[in-house]
């Protein structure tokens, strides 16, 4: 099985000399995956190894009409950080060399990749329904808006002002809407 270990959502149209840079970038078959999530959506895809040994698949998936998907997909032994981090920084220069717009990276390594809906779009009331009874700790709070407790303090930010703006924060605890002013104030 495989399972992502970094994925970058773009969105934007490509030429098909832009779509045959990319491949060639980041060094695709023009064949797409068969196996995993997404396998369906993919145009694109190389089996190779992270400087450790470890097997790892990079995708290009492609989503609705303009929608491009970079996946770093693993089999179980995680991908070496530094290649993930690496490749966090090439996805970037590719969609920013093709004109593309970043929708969000997944984990988020910073503010700027954490996919916010705009407001008043009912995306965020959905994922946060008004019945959503939500915790009484932070520390409990950042599962349940799809982050870790050890991700970079601006995604956690971020993610927090997101669930700030829901209908459910509304009947937040009176503790755990303290602990987010704390937290959003740095103390």
């Known amino acids: ?6 994925r970058a959502l773009a969105h934007g149209a490509l030429s098909a000399e832009q779509l045959t840079w990319l491949r060639e970038r980041f060094g695709l078959i023009d064949s797409p ?6 396998a369906a959506q993919s145009i694109a895809h190389v089996n190779r190894t992270d400087p450790e ?17 970079l996946t770093l997909f693993h089999t179980g032994e995680q991908p070496n950080a530094d290649s993930v981090e690496s490749l966090r920084t090439a996805f970037r ?16 390594g910073s503010a700027d990749e954490v996919y916010v809906a705009p407001v008043g779009s009912g995306t965020a009331e959905s994922a946060f329904a008004a019945h959503w009874e939500l915790p009484g700790e932070l520390e409990q709070v950042w599962s349940h808006v799809g982050v870790l407790a050890d991700a970079p303090r601006d995604v ?5 002002r997101e669930l700030m703006q829901t209908p459910a924060w ?3 605890p009176a503790g755990l809407r303290q602990q987010a002013e704390d937290f959003l104030h740095g103390d």
């Open 93 to 108: 220069a590719a969609i920013a060399q093709l004109g593309l717009t970043l929708v969000e990276i997944e984990p988020a």
């Open 156 to 160: 956690l930010e971020v993610k927090l």
């Open 1 to 6: 099985m495989l399972w992502p270990a970094l």
């Open 170 to 172: 509304a009947s937040a």
């Open 33 to 38: 995956r068969t196996e995993g999530p997404g």
């Open 53 to 69: 040994g470890t097997p790892v698949v990079l995708d290009l998936a492609r989503t609705g009409e303009s929608g491009w998907v």
